[in-house]
């Protein structure tokens, strides 16, 4: 029999927040775990110069930290990258690839993905693999073709259930307010178990995350949609006070 999948909440902030913030927002949301002990799992990936002190703030809080990139190699001479096992040693335990603002600023295509979401895997990191549609494939009625040849794409052979999340991000939805409807959200969460069904033993047990303009308002109905297991969170979760409601959306 296949496990529970537990819920994960985790907030990709993007190149936001100071010191001060990160403090300010590891102690809130500690506090809150502490108090209400919620059934989701919760991540926070920094900017990297953030990520150390802010494993160190969450320490026993069972708050994660995650990286939002790395490197496919671990070590070498590749100026301004980070590589999964750097991550790993500044307290990371997840790290975010193929988010589409790396693939659209950074060119980085399925095969690189796959190498970054590998490398994720060598060094011991559970890796967040980010895929979804544009506006343009979705006007054409290509969301499935797409997502589907993405994943397929983007996730090694390395890739179990404890080591991999899969990300839902239609790129249409990320930082505009819009989201798909519950019905679109549904359709497409349920290809990407089908094709993880199909291509991997444990292919029941992968979370799979929508992200995309989660908020307070609508974190509620799209949790509880089929094959939701939590939120891949952009600019709500700069605020423990945006993001707690979305934490206890999923129970
Ligand atoms: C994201 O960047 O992964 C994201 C989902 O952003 P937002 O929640 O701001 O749309």
Known sequence: MTQA?????????????????????ARALA?????????????????????????????GSGISVGGQDCHAKASGAHTGDI??????EAGALYVIVGHSERRADHGESDATVRAKA????????ISIVCIGETLAQRDAGE??????????????DTATATNSVIAY????????????TLEQ???????IRQELRARFDDGAGFRILY????????????MAVAEVDGALVGGASLKAADFWPIVAAKG
């Open 169 to 180: 991000e239609p790129v249409w939805a990320i930082g505009t307010g819009r989201t798909p």
């Open 211 to 222: 992200g995309g303009s989660v908020k307070p308002d609508n974190a509620k109905a799209l």
């Open 31 to 59: 506090a809150r775990v502490a108090a209400e002990r919620p059934a989701a799992e919760l991540a926070l990936c920094p900017p990297a110069t953030l990520l150390a002190r802010l494993a160190g703030w969450l320490a």
């Open 83 to 88: 590589a999964a096992e750097m991550l790993w």
């Open 185 to 191: 959200v549904a359709e497409v969460h349920a290809l």
């Open 5 to 25: 999948r537990k819920p994960l909440i985790a907030g990709n902030w993007k190149m936001n927040g100071s010191g001060a913030m990160a403090e300010a927002e």
């Open 118 to 125: 590998a490398a994720g895997h060598r060094a011991g990191l």
């Open 143 to 156: 969301t499935l073709k797409v997502v589907a040849g993405q994943l397929r794409g983007s996730l090694p």
